[in-house]
């Protein structure tokens, strides 16, 4: 039995023919040819059986056989704001592995004390779509472009909104267990840069009222604490 071949096709219930990039995939690497099954995902809530009418050097096009719609695995949406590591790899590994787990968005943050002010969130995106398609998820993240710390937070958002940090001048409670007494759907979790937030952008925070939070006894590095923060609220927001 074949391996369902899964292709991230935005409108796909509108179009006849995969992107170019996909196309490239199906006919060059996995050699489909008319009259292959394949699965589509439009990156919002559906899933699509199709077959394949024509292939050839450069274009695929397909046929909808059926509609998929999927249901939701958790409540609510999920919003990682991290400040991005020197390491550009870490955040691409974070990107990933969140985005298997399952989220709903991912903001870059300008901080005080971050070492990255610039990054490709073009190359993030394609990251999280590979992710999305590799662990079937039927929602694709929204990858935001970095933005200042200051004009992120000064931003009206929906629900509960933690920010975690390391001061101990300034009182905490723990994030899952805040998360799982919650019954606020929308959550957005502050993560900061290596050398964490200034307690300037901390009292910040607060005042736009961002709940302090801790993530355990442990000292994480900054793509470990995003991870762990995604994984929180996924748990806490999983629909049994």
Known sequence: MKEARYFYVPDASEQQELPQEEAVHALRVLRLKEGDEIFLQDGEGAFYQAEVTTANAKHCFYRILQTLPQEPAWQGRIHLAI?????????????????????????????????????????????????????????????????????????????????????????????????????????????????????????????????????GQSRLRTETAGLVSVVMAHLSKEIK
């Not at 969130?121 to 590799?134: G, L």
């Not at 662990?135 to 509960?160: C, D, H, Y």
């Not at 290596?194 to 736009?208: K, M, Q, T, W, Y």
Request: glycine share 4%.
């Open 83 to 215: 400040a991005p590591t020197k390491n550009i790899d870490r955040m691409e590994w974070l990107a990933e592995k969140a985005a298997e787990v399952g989220f709903d968005e991912l903001t870059f943050l300008d901080c005080q004390f971050s070492e990255r002010r610039q990054l490709r969130d073009d190359r993030i995106e394609k990251i999280v779509v590979a992710a999305m398609k590799q662990s079937r998820k039927a929602w694709k993240p929204q990858v935001n472009a970095m933005l200042p710390f200051k004009k992120f937070i000064e931003t009206a958002r929906e629900g509960r909104k933690f920010i975690a940090h390391c001061y101990d001048e300034v009182e905490r409670v723990d994030l899952f267990s805040e998360l799982v007494a919650s019954s606020a759907g929308d959550v957005t979790i502050l993560v900061g840069p290596e050398g964490d937030f200034s307690i300037d952008e901390v009292r910040l925070a607060l005042e736009h009222g961002y709940e302090s939070v801790t993530l």
